[in-house]
C-alpha cells in the first residue's frame, strides 16, 4: 500500500509532518457527465435514446491532453480534484456490463494527475437522475426498470430534457433543477430509496426494485473501485477518499398531502404541478397547472398552462420487452400502468385520489416522515451499504459524507456511524445569482437561516448592501459547518461544490471583456469560504471544451472558470492591461446594469444595444476577450501550516492577504508553513511580507509539474500572523457615484416594501 498522504485529526487534514492540509479544489469535470463518443451534450438530440451504444472514453479530456490541464490547474492553486464521473459511465450498456475501456481510460487519466501531486476523491455524480431525466448519472435501462418511457418524458412533462426541447437554444435557464419535482424524479428516487416500504408490488429478478438499484448501483461504483485497487499505484495517492452519492434527493418519502405543493419546496419555476398532478399528467391527462417564475424578488406565480398529453403516458407499454436487459419482472408489476394506481394511491377509472398521504408515515412503524427521518432513516440505509462496499476494497479511505442539500444532516454524533475518517461535504450556491444569472450586489437572501427559522419573518433575512451579502454568506457556510458538527460529530468540512453562473448579464462579459460582475461574486463567495473556517473546497468547475455559446454544454450552465473562448490566463504576473474592462472603474458599474427583472427599478441599460453577434470572441477587428475572472479565483492559499490556522484570508480590493496560526512547536527546516501565492497578484519586487517572527522566503519554482510561485514560513511556538502585501488595482464596477447611490437607496426602499 501507497504512503498516506492525507489523514483526519478530529476536524483538520494533516499530512506525513503533521502539517494542517487545506483542500484547494476544482470539480473536474462538467462535461463528464454526457458521453463522448458520440459527442452528446445536452443540446444535441441525435441518437439521444440510442443510449447503451455510448461511451465516455476522453472525459473529462483525453489522455494525450491530460497533462495540460492539469498543470493549468496546478498553476492555478489547485491541490484538490473532485473527480466526477456517472454510474452510466460504468454500466451504460445494460445491467452488469461494465465499460472496462473507459475505466482503463479513467486510470490512466488517474495517473496523470498523480504526476501532479493532486489529493483526488472520487464524485459518483448525479443530476435529477439522469440524463433521459433531464440531467445526469443512471444510465437509461433503470428508467425501464422502474417501468417509465423516457421517450413519454416531453409531452406528460414528467421531465424536462434540454436534448429534445425544440429550440435548445432558447431551454429555460436552471429549469432543469424543477425536474426533481416532477414525475420522473419522484418516482426513480422514492424507488431507489424506498421501494420497499411505498412500492412492494415493484419486484424484478425476485428483488424489490429498491433493491434492485441500489445493488446495481454500488456494485458498479464497486467494480471501478477494485480494479483502482488492482492498479497498484493509485490507491491512497492520488485517491484519498470516495464521496457519497451527489446531491440524493427523498422523491415522494415524506410528503404529506400529494395534492399540494410541499411547504419547504424553495424551487418553483415553469410550471409547477402537484405530485397529484404529475401523476394524472404522466398517465395522459390534461391538468391545469400553475406557472412560476424568477424575478429580482425572488419565485412568484406568474399564470397558469395546460398540461395535454392527449392520453400519451409516461409508462412503458404492455408490449414492452423486458427480456432486452435479460431481467424478469414479477407478473404482479404490470407495465402500462401507472405504478401508484398499482398501489391504490388512486383509481385511474374515475381519476379519484384514494391515498394521498401514502408517503408521509413509515409503514415500517407508522412514525411520521418529514426531510429529517428520511435522511436519518432511508438515506443513511443506503449510505450505510455504500461506504461498507468502499471499505472492503479502501479499508482506510477518507468517506466524503453528502446529504441531501441544504436539510439537516442525520444524526449520528457518538453512534457506530460517527466515523473517524468521515468528512462533511456540503453544496452551497446563492441561489439568487444562479438562477438569475445576475449578481446582485444590492440584495439577497439568507436562505440558510430561513430554512432554518432563524427569522421572525423572511423580511428580516433581506441583507442590503454588499458588505452585508459577503457577510451573508460567510453566515451561512458558517452556519452549515457548525451544523454538521452539531449533528454528525468533529469532522473536516469540504464545500465539494460551490461556485457561480459566467454569462451574467445576458453574456455582456462575453460581449465586453469586462467580468466585473463575475469578480464580484466569485470573491464573495471565497471570502465566505475563508471566513466559515472550513477545510476545503472543490469550485463548480472546470470545462475543457466551454464556449461562449453553449456554456458548460449542459442544461444551459455555464459555470467553468476555464473556456476556450477567453484569454489563457498569463503566467506570472499581470499588467491592467491584461486585465482590461474587468478592472476598469470607467465601465458601467454593475448596478446600473440591472435590468427591471432583476431589481424591478433600473437606470436606463445599454448593455441591450449589444448584438448576439458581438459575442464572440474577436469582434469588429477587436479583440474583448476577458480573464474570465482569474483575478478572484487565482488567489494565495494555504497548502501546508505547522499548527492549526486560525484564519486566513484574501482581500482582493486591496490585494492582501492575511494568515494566523498557532503552532506546538517551532518549525522543522524541512517542514515550513507553505503558502501558494500566485505571481499574478504578488509578483516579484512589488510584494511585502510582514511576520509576527521567524524567517521566509518566496520563489517560482516548478512545483509537482507546474509553475508556482510559493512562500515558506519558518516560525516559532504560540500564536504567529502573517501579512503580505501585493499590487492593489482599482476593481471594476464599484458602487460610489452619485447615480450609484441613488439606485441603491431605490432598491433598498422597492425590497423592503415587497417583503
Known sequence: MAPFRLRIDGRTFRDGDNREVTLHGINCAADAKFPATPDQPSHVSESFFDADNVSFVNRPFAVDDAAAHFARLRGWGYNTIRYVFTWEAIEHAGPGRYDEEWIQHTIAILRKAKDFGFYIFMDPHQDVWSRF????????????????????????????????????????????????????????????FGGKDFAPKAIIDGKNIQDYLQDHFIAACGHLAKRIHEAGDLEYDPIVGWESLNEPNRGLISYQDLTLIPKEQKLQKGTSPTA?????????????????????????????????????????????????????RDPGWRLGECIWAQHGIWDPSNDTILKKD?????????????????????????????????????????????????????????????????????HFYDGITLLTKKWNRVWNVDVFGVLRGKYLTPAFAIKIGETAIRNCFANQLTAIRQEGNDYMGVHPCVFTEIGIPYDMDDKYAYKTGNYSSQIAALDANHFALEESKANGYALWTYVATNTHYWGDQWNGEDLSIYSLDDKPLPPGAFSPAESRASLDTGSASFSRAQSSETLSVAPANLRKTLTTDQMSSKSAGSDVRGLRAAEAFVRPTPVATHGNISSFGFDLRNCIFKLTLSAPDATKENAPTVVFLPEFHFPSGQTSVEVSGGKWTISSEESDGALQQILRWWHSEGDQSMTVKGVVRKQGGALGTEEDEGYLQQCQKQACAVM
Open 133 to 192: 431525466s433531464g440531467g445526469s448519472g443512471a444510465p437509461i435501462w433503470t428508467l425501464y426498470a422502474c417501468g417509465l418511457d423516457p421517450k413519454s418524458f416531453d409531452v406528460t412533462e414528467a421531465a424536462l430534457v434540454h436534448n429534445v426541447y425544440p429550440e435548445p437554444a432558447n431551454f429555460p435557464k436552471m429549469i432543469w433543477a424543477t425536474n426533481y419535482t416532477r414525475l420522473a424524479c419522484q418516482v426513480l428516487f422514492t424507488l431507489f
Open 276 to 328: 397529484w398532478q404529475a401523476i394524472l399528467t404522466g398517465s395522459g391527462r390534461a391538468c391545469e397547472i400553475d406557472t412560476w417564475d424568477f424575478g429580482g424578488m425572488g419565485p412568484y406565480k406568474s399564470g397558469s398552462a395546460l398540461v395535454d398529453p392527449e392520453g400519451k403516458t409516461a409508462w412503458l407499454s404492455a408490449e414492452y420487452d423486458d427480456s432486452y436487459y435479460g431481467w424478469k
Open 358 to 426: 401514502h408517503f408521509a408515515k413509515d409503514p415500517k412503524n407508522g412514525a411520521t416522515i418529514d426531510y429529517e427521518y428520511f435522511t436519518n432513516h432511508y438515506y443513511m440505509a443506503h449510505y450505510r451499504n455504500y461506504s461498507k462496499m468502499i471499505k472492503s476494497i479502501f479499508p482506510d479511505s477518507l468517506m466524503f459524507f453528502q446529504p441531501p442539500v441544504l436539510e439537516i444532516p442525520p444524526s449520528i454524533k457518538g453512534t457506530e456511524d460517527d466515523d473517524p475518517n468521515m468528512i462533511f461535504a456540503p
